[in-house]
């Protein structure tokens, strides 16, 4: 079995220059120079990074529910920033809300809504539902909208402006209180005004619409704008709200199969004019509402592509925010799941829709379907004079655990995207929500909630290279290895002596993922399993890891690979790295060599009934 990957990437042209060394170098002058030209790539993404301000850490402990991708937990307003966030609470499966304030002196503030009977009250963790949106009003006050999963109101509003210690419960202020909502989301018009849309059950109906809402500072008062959609047979998912210079309300939303589904369609979007409480498409033509699917072309920004049954998840959309610029929009960021993204490594493409004046132009910014990294399931968008950024979480789930990095795509006009990244790689990175300040810094929030963090980030529009570099580099950082260095065998070419069935051919050993869909399995009876990766050129390396074994094994070890020999083949031939034999580790190492080939020679596959080989990941480590 025969597969070849090819990634354009900095560490591709590294393993470039070494090629141009001659087979008989001795390892020590290869590796020497191959350390070398790591060091210098090293130095520049370094340089790049050090450009931007760290991510400021909050002294805050973040819930493990602290994890959506439609919500809006913070806001920025007279110099404060404002983050929500589920904190963990005393009682396993719940969570407290917090909302913490950060003053022009650094220093942070927090308080947590209050119980009716005194202290924090607390709400069942369900990720990707139950978590906070805020807004800030033009008076100051805090509105925040909290753990909704078919609920009534759960809404609280600071008695004094600014004041994250002064949250009360005030939900009878809202209409519609016989309805169920969820997935909230909030925006301070031009005016100071507060908007908040949500998705509200009708479940006696099969539907379940979307709803707008202002409060009015100068009446106090809550009141309905509209239903903007509603239809029979399918789920509203809202996702975000902007306001432009006008004090139009841009709002933006998907479709979902009723009652509800995690891979959505028909990505729609219209503008509300507070002034005369019209609604618009893209065009400036006016909407009737409530709208229904499917809508006008000037509403649905995503249309199907390929089959055109809701419930089809081959082509799907999934979060989605919207950037705009004076009083027009600049573009709409979101995820897009492809067939060909869905059969390769189940990742989303980031895409990018804008309008031309005549219709929606859509490009795919991130094909993750041509990388071994997925995105998580939030993203961001800005835009200042003439850039826009894309912000999403990339992550790898390697062998060593997910590894995760904030990266930002960004262009000038409709120049090429450059990518960098912000922060350092870390395990657990989530869930990310970007909003650009009055001077064009932009402000993100950014959690790993399994590790309790909560970070905020700025980036200046000044003094930041624009150069970045592409995508692919980044990619293979990130899945590169699971415990430092570089991985050369990532994407390699590989053989195989068999395969157990399809889905489990040779190049699954080399994709840079570690689970258990994504791995070479040798055929019953083949009692000698080989699997040989091909460099592709000479290459110095540290050492090889091989990973085997099946995760849900009843005795830990009897699935991993028993006894095999790792094999280099260098300028004089083949030779023997290490041999391995009463293995029972599902990782195991071995010393490296100057090699254009690695090959295992598996004697005993696995020991068990069913004896074949399972190797996860097969990693030839430079750099390290």
Not at 31 to 53: C, K, M, R
Not at 100 to 105: E, L, T
Not at 508 to 537: F, N, Q, Y
């Amino acid at each position: 079995m025969l597969r070849t990957r090819s990634l354009i990437t900095a560490a591709a042209l590294l393993a470039a220059a070494t090629q141009t060394l001659a087979p008989a170098t001795p390892a020590a002058a290869q590796a020497h120079a191959v350390a070398d030209l790591a060091a210098a790539q090293a130095h520049a993404v370094a340089d790049l990074a050090a450009a931007q301000p760290a991510p400021e850490r909050l002294p805050f402990t973040v819930d493990s529910s602290n994890q959506a991708g439609w919500w809006r937990p913070l806001d920025s307003f007279r110099g404060v920033d404002y983050f929500a966030y589920n904190a963990p609470a005393a009682e396993a499966g719940r969570h407290e809300v917090h909302i913490a304030a950060r003053g022009g002196d650094g220093v942070w503030r927090d308080g947590c809504l209050p119980a009716a009977g005194g202290g924090c009250v607390t709400y069942v963790d369900d990720v990707g539902h139950n978590q906070p949106s805020i807004v800030v009003d033009g008076d100051g006050r805090i509105h925040a909208f909290v753990s909704m999963h078919n609920n009534s109101w759960r809404y609280y509003q600071s008695t004094r402006p600014g004041d994250v210690t002064s949250m009360a419960e005030a939900a009878a202020q809202l209409p519609d209180r016989d309805l169920r909502f969820t997935y909230p989301v909030t925006v301070r018009g031009k005016d100071g005004d507060a908007y908040v849309m949500a998705r509200a059950d009708q479940d006696a109906e099969r539907t379940r619409g979307g709803r707008l809402y202002r409060f009015d500072t100068a009446a106090d008062a809550w009141s309905t704008v509209a239903v903007v959609a509603a239809g029979h047979g399918y789920s509203f998912y809202p996702d975000d709200l902007q306001v432009d210079t006008a004090g139009r309300v841009h709002v933006l939303w998907e479709w979902g199969p009723w009652p509800a589904t995690t891979h959505r369609h028909l990505g729609s979007y219209a503008v509300f004019d507070p002034a005369d409480g019209s609604f618009a498409d893209v065009a400036g033509d006016p909407l009737a509402m409530p709208l229904a699917p499917p809508s006008d072309a000037p509403v649905v920004y995503q249309p199907y592509e390929g089959d055109e049954t809701l419930t089809s998840t081959s082509r799907a959309v999934q979060t989605a925010k919207l950037a705009v610029v004076g009083d027009r929009l600049a573009g709409i960021a979101y995820r897009y799941l492809t067939a060909r993204s869905g059969s390769t490594f189940s990742g989303f493409d980031v895409r990018y829709a804008t309008w031309t004046g005549t219709a929606w132009r859509r490009e795919t910014v991130v094909a993750n379907g041509d990388f071994p990294v997925d995105n998580s399931a939030a993203i961001g968008v800005t835009h200042a004079g003439p850039t826009t950024r894309v912000y999403f979480v990339a992550e790898a789930s390697g062998c060593g655990g997910t590894r995760s990095q904030v990266v930002r795509a960004e262009r000038s006009g409709t120049a090429p995207w450059t990518f960098s990244t912000l922060g350092e790689v870390r395990q657990g990175l989530q869930r990310l929500r970007a909003q650009r300040a009055a001077d064009g810094t932009d402000l993100l929030y950014v959690t790993a909630p399994l590790t309790g963090a909560l970070w905020r980030a700025t980036v200046p529009r000044t003094g930041v290279p624009g150069g970045g570099e592409p995508f692919a580099a980044i990619a293979r950082r990130l899945a590169g290895s699971s415990g430092g260095g570089t991985n050369a065998a990532l994407n390699a070419s590989v053989t195989v002596s068999s395969v157990l069935r399809a889905g489990t051919e040779g190049a699954k050993a080399v994709d840079g993922l570690c689970t258990d869909d994504s791995r070479w399995i040798s055929a019953e009876g083949d009692t000698a399993p080989v699997i040989t990766v091909d460099l592709g050129k000479h290459v110095a390396f540290d050492e090889v890891r091989v990973h085997s074994g099946y995760t849900r094994a009843p005795v830990p070890g009897t699935d991993v690979l028993r006894d095999f020999t790792v094999e280099a083949r260098t300028a004089t031939g083949w030779q023997a790295l290490g041999t391995v034999t009463g293995n029972t580790s599902g990782t195991v190492t071995v010393p490296g060599a100057v090699a254009d080939q690695v090959r295992l020679l598996i004697t005993d596959p696995s020991g068990n009934a069913l004896d074949v080989a399972r190797v996860y990941e097969i990693e030839v480590i430079t750099g390290r």
